[in-house]
């Protein structure tokens, strides 16, 4: 396996592969890989000659009052990971390697980046947009793949392939779950006992309205409504609440097939997110 | 020599062509071809396999009142010169092929586009930098090249290789002149013969204040004011006048080599540029 530091060498190593004709998969990942990680690095392998994965924490995504500093890292078990899991090749640049300190360009998403995560966290798309951008022009993937649990995030990668050109497949894995429903997210080792319990609320939410949803309440206030009152009851901190058409991201008033909802909610301090596609 | 109008042929083609060791230059152009597109054709073919030359004029780079729907336009005339000096392929898209109706992705620069052309032309900078990025996701050239007219747009361009990363080497071809000494352009068509003398002021400006800097003035005031009354001798609605420093573009006071001396004016309605290096 190799491992790249330097954002040239594994921009000279991805041209060299293709060049050979070798096609590349790109796992964006900010580390403390998890088995939501594990099962996209096997996604793309089953398609893909090399699957690069890249790991770095990029700090233009995170609020002043967010946890940036905080959030976890694990190198060496990163490492470790990839490595028993055949990845081809790890990108673990530094922040001063990735952004210049004069730099002064970045990518902006100006509609499905407004609400939501969006709406609660400003600039923070600008800086996944940015970093995303910068990593396709660096590894120079065929394909990439991002997890369906940062479903506006995904949308809004979508979006900049399709206006910027990219030559890269996006595809997206489905939520991966803990066994009691909770979405994996690298952010759960900061749950305490209690709070790891709350944050069940979330899945719970979303399954009921799912199921109500089925059973023929189309209103999506109704469901807004149930989903609220069954995380109220676990004390979390609601940061909203909402079901949109899954393509515009827009509130819907009445639900239909395929519109997701989605939920965002602190727990113990900590931001968790989760969804489903009706 | 290859047409393409449609991005994703032109896309494929290119990669067809990276993958096969082929080395691809890109001449970005709004068409209406002229010797300075000329020169920057033979600069690419002196190192490159292959040349591509885009034709597209780029709605997004014009402001709501200027001169889009008049930017002179020669089809024919510029597939045949291309054909003539041995152009690989030419990129023509149609507007609505590089622009989806529902796009809302786009690259901004935030610092070097502020002023100067920047000032004057709101939103210039920001369709100039989203179109490059398209232009080199669609082209994937290895090198690019830009005339050094624009110069501030070339430093935008530059400072956003570095900031996303793109792997394309950016090359910058002198300005083309006249006999007389007016910078050769596109919208010099549209000059009146009296315009066309006024117009001349731009370059004789530029070139007398080169002259006072070698000897011996180096206060950016007085250098601006003698090149302010010679364009104002020639009744030119001065848009600036400006020296700044190459790499930010912040305005000096005292000049020192190197430092760029930049004027916009409109001459008859038509709004022209120049520079000059000290």
New interface residues.
Partial sequence: MRIFKD?LEM?RWS?EQ??C?SSIGLVPTMGYLHNGHLSLIEELQAECDLVVLSIFVNPTQFGPDEDFGKYPRDEKGDLEMCENSGVSAVFIPDVDSIY?H???????????SLGLCGGSRPGHFRGV??IV??LF??V?PNVAIFGQKDYQQVS?IN??V??????VEIKIAPIVREIDGLAISSRNIYLSENARVQALSLSNALQQAHERFFAGVSDASELKSLMREIMHDSALDIDYVEIVNSATLAPVEMVEMGDVAMIAAFCDKIRLIDNCVM
């Fill in positions: 954002p921009q041209m293709r060049v004709g210049d004069s730099a002064s360009v970045c990518v902006v998403e100006n509609l499905l947009c940015t951008a910068k022009n660096i120079q809004i979006r900049m399709i206006d910027l050109n990219f030559p």
